[in-house]
């Protein structure tokens, strides 16, 4: 079973760029679909992005398409979240998220392993 250590969050003005990693323990990690899930403040946790196990299949919340984009490198066992044009609305903690799955996995209630989350904050 890996364990995941997000990275990168920060506070960023409107328009701004952002790149959050997650790093992975563990041997198996090409057997995990990977997501990135946000909550904000007083909201439930809602859905970013996911990759399958090889990286040849992604998703995105309708948010984020064309600003948002999630890649993996399986060699590193890292996960990456790199975001573009940020919004205020973007606020929120970001938590790497992964199950052992063969596709990708749209349902945060789905996935079985969590990171402990990276603050990100966008000033208007």
């Known amino acids: 079973q890996v364990q995941l250590v997000e990275s990168g969050g920060g506070l960023v003005q409107a328009g701004g760029s952002l790149r959050l990693s997650c790093t992975a323990s563990?041997?198996?990690?090409?057997?995990?679909?990977m997501g990135w899930v946000r909550r904000a403040p007083g909201k439930e946790r809602e859905f970013v992005a996911t990759?399958?196990?090889?990286?040849?299949?992604?998703y995105y919340t309708d948010s984020v398409k064309g600003r948002f984009t999630i890649s993996r490198d399986n060699v590193e066992k890292m996960v990456f979240l790199q975001m573009n044009s940020l919004k205020p609305e973007d606020t929120a903690v970001y938590y790497c998220?992964?199950?052992?799955?063969?596709?990708?996995?749209?349902?945060?209630?789905?996935?079985?392993?969590w990171g402990q989350g990276t603050q990100v904050t966008v000033s208007s």
């Open positions: 998220a992964a199950k052992v799955h063969p596709g990708i996995v749209t349902s945060t209630r789905e996935y079985e392993i």
């Open positions: 990759i399958s196990r090889y990286g040849a299949s992604t």
């Open positions: 563990g041997r198996t990690f090409s057997s995990y679909a």
